[in-house]
């Protein structure tokens, strides 16, 4: 089996590394953050630092009283900062998700249900919300003031279910490979959500470029072509870090024709590009 390597896309200055990474993320846009606190997100709430890097340019903010544990985030078109919690106690539970003012102070804050596995703003800042099988509602999308726009239960072409794999949030319109069936989902506001038989069981990740989609299923890529209501297998091919060898332990972000990697102790961000 060939090798592909990731290419370095942003590393989390060294100055920082004395604080706990808490989550990271790549935007719409490109930008890697990450969202770091003093002592781990043990006390409640607590202060944290959002660093960011793009094109090299570092930036800061400090956000102050942040509830989220386990948290998510992400950066609205805006400037402003999402931080939710992947768990949450019930629909009651209106602090999960905090939207941040450019000041780092909490501006809105509402609940997406239990169980978060992505969440990835759009180029529009509407977020897209995946869940994992505890809280079996599939993938929503919701304005940043807390309003839901679109469920995938509510859609018949979105088919069942109950764990979303695979998420990847590109302009304003998403792909995901999700469970029970794996098959290759195209959601685009306003329109009937596309379904095409998958190849793949239980990807990671997933980035599209045209006709053609690559899986990350678990440390390979899988290549194949969209044909009508199916999926062609075409390739397959073991992703490597940039320096060679597995990636290992990594968290993913989907972006049109990436997936972002983020791999090691967390602290550097890879990306694989179908368009290259």
Not at 103 to 128: C, P
Not at 210 to 218: I, K, T
Request: one cysteine or more; hydrophobic letters at 40%.
């Amino acid at each position: 089996m060939h090798e592909i390597a990731l290419t370095p896309h942003a590393r989390l200055p060294r100055a920082h590394h004395d604080r706990h990474v808490l989550g990271s993320t790549v935007d719409a846009f490109g930008a890697a953050h990450w969202l770091l606190a003093e002592r781990g997100a043990d006390a409640d709430p607590y202060d944290a630092l959002v660093v960011s890097v793009a094109d090299g340019a570092v930036e800061t903010m400090e956000l102050s009283a942040v509830r989220a544990r386990w948290p998510k985030l992400d950066r609205l078109p805006d400037g402003r900062f999402v931080v939710a919690s992947s768990r949450s106690d019930g629909g009651d539970d209106t602090s999960q998700v905090q939207v941040f003012n450019t000041l780092g102070r909490e501006y809105a804050a509402f609940s997406v249900g239990d169980a978060i596995e992505h969440l990835l703003a759009d180029e529009a800042g509407d977020l897209w919300v995946g869940h994992f099988d505890e809280n079996p509602l599939g993938i929503r999308r919701w304005s940043a003031t807390g309003e839901l726009l679109w469920a995938s239960e509510d859609d018949p072409g979105a088919g069942w279910i109950t764990d979303c794999y695979a998420l990847n949030v590109s302009g304003t319109g998403v792909w995901a490979c999700p469970y029970v069936d794996f098959p290759l989902l195209e959601i685009r506001p306003g329109q009937d959500v596309r379904r095409r038989a998958g190849i793949v069981r239980g990807a990671d990740s997933l980035a599209v470029h045209g006709e053609r989609v690559a899986f990350l299923d678990h440390g390979r890529i899988v290549h194949g072509e969209m044909t009508g209501s199916s999926v062609e297998r075409r390739d397959v091919a073991l992703l490597t870090r940039p320096e060679g060898g597995p990636v290992g332990r990594r968290r993913v972000a989907a972006r049109g024709s990436r997936i972002y990697v983020g791999y090691g102790p967390l602290t550097e961000w890879g990306v694989f590009d179908l368009s290259a």
